[in-house]
């Protein structure tokens, strides 16, 4: 069972380069979000979507873009990378749109912007 | 945004019950009650969740205040392997889920 499938698992970028984390999930999920997690922090929403062509700001969405634009897939694209960035990002899906179902996690893609 | 407020740390002992405090004081009549763990180096895995009632399953049970105010989550024999930071969450505006720091509990053998 694949799950949440989340790539690359580790990337180094530098400063003003651009990247998309991908993210996959094959269980036919709705939901899908990403989280990141610096050290020693709690995970802090990034975006997130309800639906293929349908997504929405969490937490911290600013240097970062979502589309959605098969149930599957949830790419997350950093445009210009800052040093602000290194972090582990974590992507998520749900069967359920409302809060009221499990979230499954991926394996998690650290990031190190220098 | 409804925000919970956990303990940093808790230790328990092997094979003793840990009851892990969550306090969310400013919860709507909507809001899911979700507790995730994550182990070192892993992503989130979860646990339990709830609205008004208490809940079980093969992991833990949740226990809801009346009031919804706060929340108790039981894992009724710790092990070695329950050694993880558990988050208690709630489940904003039903699609926002927001994480805090969570408490890091210390199981000693």
């Known amino acids: 069972n694949a799950g949440v499938t989340q790539t690359p698992k580790f990337q180094v970028l530098k400063t003003g380069q651009s990247m998309t984390l991908q993210c996959a999930q094959d269980?036919?999920?709705?939901?899908m979000s990403w989280y990141r997690q610096d050290p020693g922090m709690g995970l802090r929403l990034i975006h997130y979507?309800?639906?293929?062509?349908?997504?929405d700001q969490g937490e911290v969405p600013n240097g970062y873009n979502v589309s959605r634009s098969t149930t599957e897939d949830f790419p997350l694209r950093l445009l210009s990378a800052a040093p602000s960035q290194t972090s582990v990002y974590f992507c998520?899906?749900?069967?359920?749109?409302?809060?009221?179902?499990?979230?499954?996690f991926g394996e998690g893609s650290r990031l190190t912007v220098l | 945004d409804a925000k919970t407020t956990q303990p940093n740390s808790m230790e328990s002992n092997e094979e003793e019950p840990v009851h892990l405090p969550c306090n969310h004081s400013?919860?709507?009549?909507?809001?899911?009650i979700h507790w995730y763990r994550q182990l070192p180096s892993q992503g989130p895995e979860y646990v339990i969740h709830?609205?008004?009632s208490n809940v079980n399953n093969r992991m833990a049970s949740l226990a809801i205040a009346e009031d919804r105010k706060s929340s108790t989550l039981i894992l009724h024999r710790a092990t070695l392997r329950d050694a993880a930071v558990y988050y208690c969450i709630l489940a904003y505006n039903n699609n926002d889920m927001r994480f805090g720091a969570g408490t890091r509990l210390t199981v000693k053998p």
């Open positions: 400013t919860i709507s009549g909507t809001d899911y």
């Open positions: 709830g609205l008004t």
């Open positions: 998520a899906s749900s069967s359920d749109r409302g809060g009221t179902g499990e979230l499954f």
């Open positions: 269980m036919n999920h709705e939901y």
């Open positions: 979507s309800v639906g293929a062509g349908i997504t």
